[in-house]
T-cell receptor, first 115, second 108 residues
Framework: ETGVTQTPRHLVMGMTNKKSLKCEQHLGHNAMYWYKQSAKKPLELMFV???????ENNSVPSRFSPECPNSSHLFLHLHTLQPEDSALYLCASSQVAGGLPGELFFGEGSRLTVL | KNEVEQSPQNLTAQEGEFITINCSYSVGISALHWLQQHPGGGIVSLFMLSSGKKKHGRLIATINIQEKHSSLHITASHPRDSAVYIC??????????FGTGTRLKVLA
């Protein structure tokens, strides 16, 4: 139990569906992240929210839309995805102090399959 | 060439063996993470270090900033240590660059 909870753990969707991934952290951290992990590739940063403001947007297609309503919750809204978007999506959180983020705490991931 | 390189990519060991996983990087960093990922996908942070050496139980992590190299050692390895070990460097405020991981299998 890392203190970061992701739902759903598995999601299968068609290319025309709209779905959302949810992440909740119980660690009191002030920064939250979405990462994508494709097969045989390193983790790729998608978005970072610090103090509920988006501070990084790593050239992610607009079919992925993040939302951070408060410092404990992070969503990734998905629409009109492509089969190549099938991957493990990992949420993480950290505490930012002195302008730098500390240790990353990850959730279990949401495995997405796009048909 | 990746900015973070890990070796070996795959490693099989017998229970009880001493294991070393290496990480070399080519960018300036402010910190380095060692992470463990189990087959289910979840990732656990093992160490975050910016200099010297850290120890936690049977795990030891070292970093040499001048040589841009870090090692993760596992003493008295056990089958439950079987996982993918990932090195990640913090190269910007929120930017982490991840290695592709070392897949470790420890046989009983």
């Amino acid at each position: 139990e890392t203190g970061v909870t992701q739902t759903p753990r598995h999601l299968v969707m068609g290319m025309t569906n709209k779905k959302s991934l949810k992440c909740e952290q119980h660690l009191g951290h002030n920064a939250m992240y979405w990462y994508k992990q494709s097969a045989k590739k390193p983790l790729e940063l998608m978005f970072v929210y610090s103090l509920e403001e988006r501070v990084e947007n790593n050239s992610v297609p607009s079919r992925f839309s993040p939302e951070c309503p408060n410092s404990s919750h992070l969503f990734l809204h998905l629409h009109t995805l492509q089969p190549e978007d099938s991957a493990l999506y990992l949420c993480a959180s950290s505490q930012v102090a002195g302008g730098l983020p500390g240790e990353l705490f990850f959730g279990e991931g949401s495995r997405l399959t796009v048909l | 060439k990746n900015e973070v390189e890990q070796s070996p990519q795959n490693l099989t060991a017998q229970e009880g063996e001493f294991i070393t996983i290496n990480c070399s990087y080519s960018v300036g960093i402010s910190a380095l993470h060692w992470l463990q990922q189990h087959p289910g996908g979840g990732i656990v942070s093992l160490f975050m270090l910016s200099s010297g050496k850290k120890k936690h139980g049977r795990l030891i992590a070292t970093i040499n900033i001048q040589e841009k190299h870090s090692s993760l050692h596992i003493t008295a390895s056990h089958p439950r240590d079987s996982a993918v070990y990932i090195c990640a460097v913090r190269s910007g405020t929120y930017k982490y660059i991840f290695g592709t991981g070392t897949r470790l299998k420890v046989l009983a």
